[in-house]
């Protein structure tokens, strides 16, 4: 139910923050939404599908979600529960983000974390294209 909460969370905020950024499409930020931190993969697939533009802000996008994560996952915790920290780290919850979701959330919240991310990086290849290119 996480990574499954954390697609539709992600693509549902990307799809409000699209009726502020008149620039880009909901689409669009649904593409970059669907990256869900993993930067490297997803802005090469937006770059090769919509261009260098859509790509250099979904690249910078997922960093800010990674980095945010980094930073505030202490907080995140402490006012929306342990899974806070899980879904602000997206994909990056197995690997980068893991130390301080562990030390935030304890260990037995780990393995929650390492399962998230690990289904959202092998969705990732599959949903950033299918939304740019089917929807």
Known sequence: ???LCVIVGSLFGAAIISFFIS???ITEA?????GFGYYSLS????????GETLGVIALLSNISREIITLLA????VKHF?????????GATSMDTCLPIIS????????????????VLTIIVPFLVPLILTFI
């Open 43 to 50: 802005s090469i697939f937006i770059t090769e599908i919509s």
């Open 23 to 25: 620039e880009i499409s």
């Open 103 to 118: 030390e935030s959330t304890g260990k037995e919240w780990a393995i929650i974390a390492v399962f998230s991310g690990v």
């Open 1 to 3: 139910m996480v990574p």
């Open 73 to 76: 996952t202490p907080f995140f």
């Open 81 to 89: 529960g342990k899974l806070g920290g899980i879904a602000s780290g």
């Open 30 to 34: 649904m593409a970059i939404g669907a």
